[in-house]
């Protein structure tokens, strides 16, 4: 479905949000995955669409939809913050999330009601920088604290969302993953090795991993795949 009657990151407040998204979705159109046929990470990009890093409270409360969120529900979202890390904020956004609350709320003549356009994201996202990747990857894992981040990145590679243009997003990648393992790991090679279903992603990755430093990426220790 589109996200068209959804307030974007300047509009949204909370609960109030949450309830509307809960009294749109169709029973029958409901499960773990999805709700209304959107995903988390539908949820959360159209929240972040005002740029900047999508708040931890916003988080709890789109995942507070998806108590049974699984490893590939996660893996949409690292992929979706890959993809969106260091994007410059729409300056029309905050107009339309606006006016699109208000009228979701029908609070014209409420003096109380946000100010249209007056609103940005608290903590803009740097160009160049993966600090909002790292930030969400970190709320993600205290809102699921039982999640099996191995099992999440071994799948991104089988992933079609996972897109790596450019080398601003493999660094995100690369960002996402220390967030998970810690600054002293490596990001792991085999997985992104194998025959993978996104061989774009992986030829992606490639062009960028060969050029970094081995502190960050390392093949020594990847199986042989010819003999020299």
Not at 90 to 117: E, K
Request: one cysteine or more; a negative charge.
């Amino acid at each position: 479905r589109s996200l068209e009657c959804l307030p974007a990151a300047a509009g949204y407040e909370g609960e109030t949000d949450l309830n509307f998204l809960k009294n749109y979705a169709d029973e029958e159109d409901s499960d773990d995955e999805s709700v209304g046929g959107l995903r988390p990470c539908d949820l959360i990009e159209e929240i972040g669409r005002a740029g900047g890093a999508v708040s931890k409270s916003a988080v709890e409360d789109v995942l507070s939809a998806f108590p049974g969120i699984t490893a590939k529900g996660l893996a949409e979202i690292v992929c979706m913050a890959v993809r969106n890390s260091g994007k410059l904020s729409d300056l029309h956004t905050p107009l339309a999330a606006g006016v699109l609350t208000i009228a979701i709320r029908d609070c014209w003549t409420d003096p109380s009601a946000a100010i249209l356009g007056g609103q940005q994201a608290e903590d803009p996202a740097e160009e160049g920088s993966t600090a909002d990747v790292t930030s969400l990857i970190e709320t993600l894992q205290e809102c699921v604290p039982e999640a099996t981040w191995d099992k999440v990145f071994e799948i991104l590679f089988d992933m079609d969302e996972l897109q790596l243009p450019t080398k601003h997003c493999f660094e995100a990648l690369l960002a996402a993953d220390r967030a998970v393992r810690g600054e002293d790991e490596q990001f792991p090679t085999d997985p992104v090795l194998r025959l993978r279903l996104n061989t774009t992603a992986q030829l992606q990755f490639l062009k960028y991993a060969v050029g970094k430093e081995p502190a960050a990426i390392s093949f020594g220790h990847s199986e042989r795949l010819l003999e020299p």
